[in-house]
């Protein structure tokens, strides 16, 4: 893809065009229980089956978006039934279904690896930033094919002779599958992310290099980065562990043209976020004028925000239900909460008062650095449920009266969390009303069909789209679900493992 092709997303429900991915790769099948905390997991994976369960996703992903390419994969998975991996859905082999709307990292990595300046350049940023020898960076050099180079910067591991040696050349990126962390689109914009974890820095240089010298190559203006301020170094170990500037993606939704949400979690600092503000505010071109800061406990189980809510149609959405404030008020075993301030040196109230803080452009046409942003939220506006009601209410003109909140495992203990913690809550929308789900939250299904959806399973829906039994158009009001007995082990939903770059405008 080139700069040429349109980016642009402004809603998280308008029916999706084009986004990038990432399929399962070998270097989640060499997670360790030694590693579990350090690669941001909490098991070891059965990798065959998580590829057999992805690659439903990428099926109904094309179907929706490249319907050639969908025919192309069923076909040449019917001539190779008895493989776990067929051969097409990998960048490295040839018969890979090279989609211009279902876009994979390696893919688009390889690409810029045939070019011999670029190729030289990113296989001394990788060196450098893991700190390899020049023997490493030589063998890298010497990696003919571009998209066995662009699978060993990603897998950590060189082939010799057409075959996996299992030799390591540096640690290999397991988390690469969650794309949205790694940037977002805003607007005709792309906010790259500054992880919070070094097993995902090398994501973050590996997506800077595909913005800038692909998705956004003569453009650069339009990327958005989140960087340590020039002084960072200068503090003491503590000072910088205090003021670490984190985004992730997970904690940044496109909710309308003019207003983002930006979470304060586990993963997105509070300098993090001053960072995105300002730079978000000092670009005219990117059209936003408010951004509400949701803060999250800092836990496992909620990483980001959209683990805890994400939209599923203008008048719908998803939620945790003890982020509720209506739930709090009747749950008291519940102790989530939203404080106002951000900073850790805030104890306001014991942190139990549901707010939510909000930033707004100024009208005036000069920016102003450092300015304080903070304006009143609405007396209505008491914590995270009513905040997505006045999003639809305000943001998408639905009456009052027909705003909707699914609660994750129907609010009942301990389903919810159990459910939660499986990504009940971490939809992607691919149009208002038809999202992407989990098989496994089975009281989370059930509350869908009650509130009027249909339940689609994705292997059947896939069978029944390529048969041309049914049409995309077709589907309305529906929660297709994917299999998860292993994707789920990898802690992050179908919102996780999608990076839109392209959404139709509502």
């Known amino acids: 893809m080139t700069q040429n092709e349109q980016i642009h997303v402004e809603t998280e429900i308008g029916r999706l065009k084009r986004l990038i991915i990432h399929s399962p790769d070998g270097g989640i099948g060499k997670v360790v229980p030694a590693k579990f905390k350090e690669w941001l997991y909490d098991d070891t994976v059965h990798l065959s089956q998580m590829r057999r369960e992805y690659n439903q996703y990428v099926k109904l992903l094309l179907h929706f978006t490249d319907p050639e390419k969908a025919a192309y994969v069923m076909d040449f998975e019917k001539s190779q039934k008895d493989k776990i991996q067929p051969d097409c859905y990998k960048p490295d082999n040839p018969a890979y279904f090279n989609s211009k709307n279902v876009l994979d990292t390696q893919f688009l990595l390889s690409e810029l690896l045939q070019e011999d300046s670029l190729r030289q350049r990113l296989i001394s940023a990788v060196c450098g930033w893991e700190g390899s020898s020049s023997r490493t960076e030589k063998k890298l050099m010497a990696v003919d094919r571009s998209e066995d180079l662009a699978k060993a910067l990603i897998t950590g591991i060189i082939k010799e002779g057409g075959e996996d040696t299992g030799e390591f050349i540096f640690a290999p990126l397991p988390n690469f599958i969650f794309t949205r962390d790694i940037a977002i689109a805003v607007n005709d914009h792309l906010l790259l992310s500054n992880a919070a974890s070094p097993a995902r820095e090398r994501e973050s240089l590996l997506m800077k290099f595909i913005a800038q010298y692909a998705l956004f190559k003569n453009q650069t203006e339009k990327l958005i980065e989140i960087s340590e301020p020039s002084n960072f170094f200068l503090l003491s170990q503590e000072e910088q562990a205090l003021q670490k500037t984190s985004l992730e993606g997970g904690d940044v939704m496109m909710i309308s043209p003019n207003h983002l949400l930006i979470g304060c979690s586990e993963r997105t600092t509070p300098a993090g976020i001053n960072e995105a503000i300002h730079n978000i505010f000092a670009d005219a071109g990117t059209g936003i004028e408010k951004i509400s800061v949701i803060k999250i406990p800092q836990h496992r189980a909620m990483m980001h925000i959209d683990t805890v809510f994400t939209q599923v149609r203008k008048d719908t959405w998803v939620l945790f239900g003890p982020f509720s404030e209506k739930?709090?008020?009747?749950?008291?075993?519940?102790?989530?909460?939203?404080?106002?301030?951000?900073?850790?040196?805030?104890?306001?109230?014991?942190?139990?008062?549901?707010?939510?803080?909000?930033?707004?452009?100024?009208?005036?046409?000069?920016?102003?650095?450092?300015?304080?942003?903070?304006?009143?939220?609405?007396?209505?506006?008491?914590?995270?449920?009513?905040?997505?009601?006045?999003?639809?209410?305000?943001?998408?003109?639905?009456?009052?009266?027909?705003?909707?909140?699914?609660?994750?495992?129907?609010?009942?203990?301990?389903?919810?969390?159990?459910?939660?913690?499986?990504?009940?809550?971490?939809?992607?929308?691919?149009?208002?009303?038809?999202?992407?789900?989990?098989?496994?939250?089975?009281?989370?299904?059930?509350?869908?069909?009650?509130?009027?959806?249909?339940?689609?399973?994705?292997?059947?829906?896939?069978?029944?789209?390529?048969?041309?039994?049914?049409?995309?158009?077709?589907?309305?009001?529906?929660?297709?679900?994917?299999?998860?007995?292993?994707?789920?082990?990898?802690?992050?939903?179908?919102?996780?493992?999608?990076?839109?770059?392209?959404?139709?405008?509502?």
Not at 397 to 416: E, H, L, M
Not at 419 to 448: H, P
Not at 481 to 500: T, Y
């Open 327 to 506: 739930i709090m008020k009747l749950d008291k075993r519940s102790q989530y909460s939203y404080i106002k301030r951000l900073h850790p040196d805030h104890h306001e109230d014991s942190g139990f008062k549901i707010e939510i803080l909000r930033f707004q452009k100024p009208l005036s046409e000069t920016y102003a650095p450092y300015k304080n942003y903070e304006v009143s939220i609405k007396p209505h506006i008491t914590g995270l449920e009513s905040l997505l009601r006045d999003i639809s209410i305000h943001d998408f003109a639905v009456d009052p009266d027909k705003v909707q909140i699914i609660y994750s495992g129907n609010n009942t203990f301990p389903y919810d969390e159990r459910e939660q913690w499986t990504d009940s809550c971490n939809l992607l929308a691919l149009k208002d009303g038809v999202v992407v789900g989990y098989d496994r939250n089975e009281l989370t299904i059930n509350t869908f069909k009650k509130k009027g959806f249909q339940i689609k399973n994705a292997a059947t829906l896939n069978e029944e789209l390529g048969a041309g039994k049914l049409s995309v158009d077709d589907i309305e009001n529906t929660l297709i679900l994917l299999p998860s007995a292993e994707l789920s082990r990898a802690r992050g939903g179908s919102h996780c493992m999608s990076q839109p770059v392209l959404r139709e405008i509502l």
